[in-house]
């Protein structure tokens, strides 16, 4: 069987594209918008996540069957909330300035639909490997558009990538200005618009 | 009856073994947590004194020697006298607060910076605000620390607002003691002119994060003023002269 046929493939690949929990289930917005000003913040929150997703998904997935149906949401919310507390220390205790920035929302994860979602609705009914598989895909998809919108806003925004000058000295002596509007909230709404518009267009759905 | 049993000790399972392993974590990663707010709090104040430019990162190690060669730590008396952290408190000094002198090459002062404290929306506030030698002008001011409502209140720890504080004064023109208050809205709109460098421009949504740090900021730079009076009265630099580590070049640098 070829690698792209395998269920594991699979379920790691439709959440990147087919499946994106940003562009088509139109989840965890509220964290896309906060932490996309800069790459930097993007890609650290997107690594956390998918972190967090993964392991939630996996250890719930490895815990299904011993998970007492009546408590299972207060089970599986404690194990993604432990998760994210672990993530949050080691930000504080290796990457500073950066979990300055992110500052609650880091914290925020665990209010974050998807990680209970996918919990939820996946890992509960189905084997680890597969349950890993679906946390990582959803880590990934999530965090593409997470850096793709940090890309656009911050090219646009301060003129920077990773925070080097990519908009040359010429550019702003010949008049050129960043655009202030892509470091406010509305931005990011009107960039993950046209991505879902996009994404539409590309696999051809109405 | 059974499934109830079950439930409840998967539950105490759980938090047994959550509890232990963010222990584990939470104790292992202190240390380093605590370096990382220790070099945050001195970035702070040589952001506050203007040594540092906020776009440009630094190196743990470059703060730390910026901060030894241009930062003395003081501590300031009820009188306004400014004293070595290293002199005992007699009775006659009742109210003793932390000061930090911002120093220039040739070991002038250039200017005072004041911890600021304060009750916030949510929480603490923590930053610094810098003073120059006239007493009256402030020169920089950060905030390091809080946890104010984020793109709200949160605006606080921003470049913008903060800037905004540069070049305020704290009196007013008879040279009375004012401090700093934060208007509701545009310094130029809502403040007469003969008040506008009392004021700085609020932060639309968080009305109450403004008002709380311009009451807290009121509270400590008044605590400060017996100090402020005798910068602004050129008293400082002959008192300076009283404190033994300014005056011993081998330890004036620690």
Redesign the interface.
Known sequence: MKLQRTKAFQTLARPIWGDNPINIQMLGICSAL?VTVQLNTAVVMALSMTFVISFSNLIVSLLRK???R??RI??EL??IS?LV??TD??L???Y??IS?QL???VGLIITNCIVLGRAESFALSNPPHLALMDGVGNGMGYGAVLVAVAFFRELLGFGTLFGFQIIPDGFYAAGYKDAGFMLL?PAAFILIGLFVWLQKYLSGKS | MSDALKSLGFALALCLVCGVMLTAAATRLKPLQNENMRIDRNKNILKAAGLIDEQESYAAARIDELFAARIVRMRVDGAGRIMDTETPADDSVRDVLPVYLVIGEEREILSYIIPINTRGLWGRIHGYLAVDTDGVTITGFTVYQHAETPGLGGEIEKKWFQDNFVGKKLVDHHGNFVSVGVAKGRVEDVVSEDRRPNYVDGISGATLTGRYLAAGMAEILSAYEPMSVNFRQNNIRCRMETIPSWCDDETATN
Do not use: G, H, R, W
Request: aromatic share 16%; charged share 15%.
């Open positions: 906060a011993i998970i007492p009546n408590i207060i089970v404690s194990i432990s507390i672990l220390e080691f504080k205790a290796y500073y300035d300055k500052s609650v929302f909230a």
